[in-house]
């Protein structure tokens, strides 16, 4: 298994445009999470789906940040408009059913808003 | 409010010591506590779990205890290498919650040759 996936790996992007970040999420994994990573702030939990469907996106900053889980191998987490605050690390991960509850990171989206 | 603290953002220690890093949290009741190491440019990587009745927890080279009456997690690398450094998170996932983690800051451990 090719683990989680994420793309782009960088963006760069000036302040005001959209940003569409990409997740693939390990077969088979029901929950799937969006972070965002910053020194200031660590790692923060941004939203979480299972099954596909939104269950918790009381981190979401504002707005301007939307997520979406079409089907089961996808999701996306969009910033429209983005601003040079957004620039972070923004991290997919996913995790099984089970008591475990440990979660496959994706190696990240590194964002930079000009 | 809730809080997780994990001691020092870094600690330097020589090859061969017993590293130990501190995780402490406050107005938290949880059921499982997870360790991951993240390495500079990559995703956080799962180590170990232990449930709030389990005292302790080893993995190899790696031991990890929870207190659940001092609200406290220790994690030990027992004879560390230098390939040992990296950052260490430890996650809390709280009794009766969604069974989402809430990450602490982390700890840079930098294991001397």
């Known amino acids: 298994d090719a683990g989680v996936i994420q793309s782009p790996r960088h963006e760069v992007t000036e302040m005001g445009q959209e940003v569409t970040l990409r997740c693939k999420p390990i077969?088979?994994?029901?929950?799937l999470f969006w972070y965002r990573q910053t020194m200031m702030r660590g790692l923060e939990l941004l939203i979480y789906?299972?099954?596909?469907?939104?269950?918790?996106d009381s981190g979401m900053p504002e707005d301007r940040f939307s997520a979406k889980m079409p089907n089961a191998s996808f999701s996306t987490l969009k910033i429209q408009p983005s601003e040079p605050r957004d620039s972070a690390v923004y991290f997919c991960?996913?995790?099984?059913?089970?008591?475990?509850?440990?979660?496959?990171f994706g190696p990240g989206t590194r964002l930079t808003v000009l | 409010s809730q809080k997780i603290e994990q001691n020092s953002e870094a600690l330097n220690i020589q090859e061969g010591k017993t590293a130990t890093l501190t995780c402490n949290y406050t107005?938290?009741?949880?059921?499982?506590l997870q360790w991951y190491r993240q390495d500079p440019g990559r995703g956080p990587v799962f180590l170990l779990l232990?449930?709030?009745?389990?005292k302790e927890k080893r993995k190899e080279r790696l031991k990890v205890t929870f207190d659940t009456t001092l609200k406290q997690s220790l994690f030990h690398i027992t004879a560390s290498q230098p390939a040992d450094s990296a950052t260490y998170l430890c996650?809390?996932?709280?009794?009766?919650?969604?069974?989402?983690?809430?990450f602490g800051s982390g700890t840079q451990l930098t294991v001397l040759p």
């Open positions: 991960a996913s995790r099984p059913t089970g008591a475990t509850n440990e979660q496959f």
């Open positions: 077969s088979g994994h029901n929950s």
């Open positions: 789906f299972n099954n596909n469907v939104p269950i918790d």
């Open positions: 107005n938290y009741s949880p059921a499982y």
């Open positions: 232990i449930r709030e009745n389990e």
């Open positions: 996650a809390l996932i709280s009794s009766g919650s969604a069974r989402q983690l809430t």
